[in-house]
């Protein structure tokens, strides 16, 4: 009987702390990838494709934001997610309010950096950083971070506090 309660105990502790379905456990965190949406149809690819505030609004819609990294495990953990959905993934940086000056939708700053410059001289001849205000998980430059122009319509990936 002892045994049978222990077990129920662990049971309910596993089930309280575990994420939503479709969602992914990383430390203290939950992960949502809007690339498990649906099949290759062009309805599921728009259905999993906002531009960068409609991405975070379906996130808040979820109980969650854009994924925040603050980690070197957590940034491998999240290029993972974006590397499964194969193409450019939407996080939660932004440096609107301050070129160059890069923080998370918290305000909090950047203290773990990913970016990688571009080196193709076709892409480099369209690149306007100054309006590319926008972080995303760039599948174009082998998943490491880029400042893009917010409304184009990319995957994304949501994080919420796995309580």
């Known amino acids: 009987m002892l045994k ?3 077990l129920s105990i662990v049971l309910l502790a596993v089930s309280i702390e575990a994420c939503p379905q479709g969602w992914q456990t990383f430390q203290n965190s939950c ?3 809007s690339a498990t949406l ?4 062009y309805a599921s690819k728009a259905k999993r494709s906002r531009h960068w505030y409609s991405a975070q609004r379906e996130c808040k819609k979820l109980g969650a934001t854009l994924a925040e990294i603050n980690s070197q495990a957590e940034l491998q953990f999240v290029r993972k997610l974006a590397m499964r959905g194969r193409r450019t993934s939407w996080i939660g940086g932004t440096d609107s309010a ?3 000056e890069w923080k998370w939708i918290s305000g909090a700053p950047i203290t773990v950096s990913d970016f990688k410059p571009l080196t193709d001289p076709q892409m480099m001849k369209y690149d306007r950083p100054e309006r590319q205000d926008c972080l995303a998980i760039a599948g174009y430059l082998d998943f490491h971070w880029r400042g893009i122009f917010c409304i ?3 995957e994304y990936i949501c994080e919420k506090a796995n309580n």
């Open 98 to 100: 301050n070129e160059g």
């Open 38 to 41: 649906g099949d290759d149809s």
């Open 31 to 33: 992960y949502f990838s």
């Open 152 to 154: 184009q319509g990319y």
């Open 4 to 6: 049978l309660i222990v």
